[in-house]
């Protein structure tokens, strides 16, 4: 079985950063892809950021610019800079093994984490 596990949300202000983690661990794999996705109360879990294997990565238009996906060996780090209220959400990672491609769709990730919490104050 394979844990995936989120860290580093909090409450932030307009135009701070934040950097979230997401570790996976229980199994030894490779050739894995990463997303990244929020749900803001009352509104559909939306894509956020992926990374493939090979470090290429994509982004939502709403982050492009100000967000960065990597990775360093079994962790995935989303680097937030300049961020909005509208950010404002429960930013979950998500495994996809083996990647299917279908990287906007909650459906194609077979192992999510717990979620963080991050709130942006204006």
């Known amino acids: 079985q394979v844990q995936v596990a989120e860290s580093g949300g909090g409450l932030v202000q307009a135009g701070d950063s934040l950097r979230l983690s997401c570790a996976a661990s229980?199994?030894?794999?490779?050739?894995?892809?990463t997303g990244w996705f929020r749900q803001a109360p009352g509104k559909d879990r939306e894509f956020v950021a992926y990374?493939?294997?090979?470090?290429s990565s994509e982004y939502a238009d709403t982050v492009k610019g100000r967000f960065t996906i990597f990775r360093e060996q079994n962790t995935v780090y989303l680097q937030m800079n300049s961020l909005k209220p509208e950010d404002t959400a429960v930013y979950y990672c998500?495994?996809?093994?083996?990647?299917?491609?279908?990287?906007?769709?909650?459906?194609?990730?077979?192992?999510w984490g717990q979620g963080t919490q991050v709130t942006v104050s204006s």
């Open positions: 998500a495994v996809d093994v083996p990647p299917m491609g279908y990287i906007n769709s909650p459906s194609s990730y077979d192992y």
């Open positions: 229980g199994r030894t794999f490779t050739g894995y892809a």
């Open positions: 990374i493939r294997w090979s470090g």
